[in-house]
């Protein structure tokens, strides 16, 4: 275990339906990241947040809505997905966001299966 | 974006054989981080082994050690001793040391044959 979860672990949601994804980090860091791996392409980082205070997007879709209401949780809001969404949401946190602090730890991820 | 480069989509090994996986990167930077997370079928990504482009000893984690060549910009991670517990998605990743992106290669499968 990393002190990273996630849930759920699975998730399966129709085209038009609303859901959240959710990450608890128990490590006391301050920084959290959003990353979407799908099959045969790199781990790509979609949202990063530092003290609460979103500092990276990464032209990713606004039907992907990140919400961060302290450091140690961090939302996925999701509505209106495509198939090509299905993918593994993996979540991480750092201490900080660099100079040394800036090592992450992975959550589970939430498998999710767009229909 | 720095660009990270697994040639080597899967490889087998025997159990207590040893098995190098290759990575490469591009960068212009001079001072960053290299990573080599390992992503069990649980899929829980964690950490195996990290080295920073300013020391020149090569790091090494108990059965994991790495092959750093700054001027051929090459990362390579050796497992000796397999063990069927290390059977996993291995990445190899990278970061501007006064960065927080983390760039992923595409991952080597190693399988761990009894």
């Known amino acids: 275990e990393t002190g990273v979860t996630q849930t759920p672990r699975h998730l399966v949601m129709g085209m038009t339906n609303k859901k959240s994804l959710k990450c608890e980090q128990h490590?006391?860091?301050?920084?959290m990241y959003w990353y979407k791996q799908s099959a045969k392409k790199p781990l790509e980082l979609m949202f990063v947040?530092?003290?609460?205070?979103?500092?990276e997007n990464n032209s990713v879709p606004s039907r992907f809505s990140p919400e961060c209401p302290n450091s140690s949780h961090l939302f996925l809001h999701l509505h209106t997905l495509q198939p090509e969404d299905s993918a593994l949401y993996l979540c991480?946190?750092?201490?900080?966001?660099?100079?040394?602090?800036?090592?992450?730890?992975f959550g589970p991820g939430t498998r999710l299966t767009v229909l | 974006a720095q660009t990270v480069t697994q040639s080597q989509p899967e490889m087998s090994v025997q159990d207590a054989e040893t098995v190098t996986l290759s990575c490469t990167y591009d960068?212009?930077?001079?001072?960053?981080?290299l990573f080599w997370y390992k992503q069990p079928p649980s899929r829980q990504m964690i950490l195996v082994i990290r080295?920073?482009?300013?020391?020149?000893q090569n790091a090494t984690e108990n059965r994991f050690s790495v092959n750093f060549q700054k001027a051929a910009k090459s990362f390579s991670l050796k497992i000796s001793d397999s063990q069927l517990g290390d059977t996993a998605m291995y990445f190899c990743?990278?970061?501007?040391?006064?960065?927080?992106?983390?760039?992923f290669g595409a991952g080597t499968t190693v399988t761990v044959r009894a």
């Open positions: 991480a946190s750092s201490l900080g966001l660099a100079g040394g602090y800036n090592e992450q730890f």
């Open positions: 490590l006391g860091h301050n920084a």
């Open positions: 947040y530092s003290l609460e205070e979103r500092v």
């Open positions: 960068t212009s930077e001079n001072n960053y981080y």
């Open positions: 080295q920073e482009a300013y020391k020149q």
């Open positions: 990743a990278f970061m501007n040391r006064y960065d927080y992106k983390l760039s």
